[in-house]
T-cell receptor, first 114, second 112 residues
């Protein structure tokens, strides 16, 4: 069964540095998402992306964050000037070729800001 | 703003018993309600979903019911097994968009 893959599985970064989290969505999916889960808390929506542009973003997704689809397979989340409170598990998800299809999640990247 | 409440936060059942997890949503425009199972340190995995045009859906030991009038939906697991132990999250789409609003999760423990 095709899966969403994310790299790295764990990223440790000094506060103030920039990080790029990488995702390879399921190959025939057209809708891409990033979610965040702070330890022990619920999953929170960050951003959705379709047709090379952001469809929707949450209040968490401020100017510190950006997303990009640099090629035909990767979908990245960049976090600039990281803060301690950015420490969380970041999940990428993708869904099919029409809207309102189930979203399938990757294994996540655990981001630790020191 | 939009919100999904989930109860209980923890649930312990004996193996073979049933488990029920309930969610309430606030956005009357929500049309799609997935349930995810998350084992420790792993990805949320879709286990069942329901759309607003049906009231109930079943897949083997798992069923979901939806009361759109009351804005309630519930997950029912019958004949629970130890491998059902995990955190379960309900979610609702926001006004028919691609954004999911998740509940706060239920930690289910199935005791052997």
């Amino acid at each position: 069964e095709p899966e969403v893959t994310q790299t790295p599985s764990h990223q440790v970064t000094q506060m103030g540095q920039e990080v790029i989290l990488r995702c390879v969505p399921i190959s025939n999916h057209l809708y891409f998402y990033w979610y965040r889960q702070i330890l022990g808390q619920k999953v929170e929506f960050l951003v959705s992306f379709y047709n090379n542009e952001i469809s929707e973003k949450s209040e968490i997704f401020d100017d510190q964050f950006s997303v990009e689809r640099p090629d035909g397979s990767n979908f990245t989340l960049k976090i600039r000037s990281t803060k301690l409170e950015d420490s969380a598990m970041y999940f990428c998800a993708s869904s099919g070729q029409v809207s309102n299809q189930p979203q399938h999640f990757g294994d996540g990247t655990r981001l630790s800001i020191l | 703003g939009e919100n999904v409440e989930q109860h209980p936060s923890t649930l312990s059942v004996q193996e073979g018993d049933s488990a029920v997890i309930k969610c309430t949503y606030s956005d009357s425009a929500s049309n799609y309600f997935p349930w995810y199972k998350q084992e420790l340190g792993k990805r949320p995995q879709l286990i069942i979903d329901i759309r607003s045009n049906v009231g109930e859906k079943k897949d083997q030991r798992i069923a979901v019911t939806l009361n759109k009038t009351a804005k309630h939906f519930s997950l029912h697991i019958t004949e629970t097994q130890p491998e059902d132990s995990a955190v379960y999250f309900c979610a609702a789409d926001h006004s028919g968009t691609y954004k999911y609003i998740f509940g706060t999760g239920t930690r289910l423990k199935v005791l052997a």
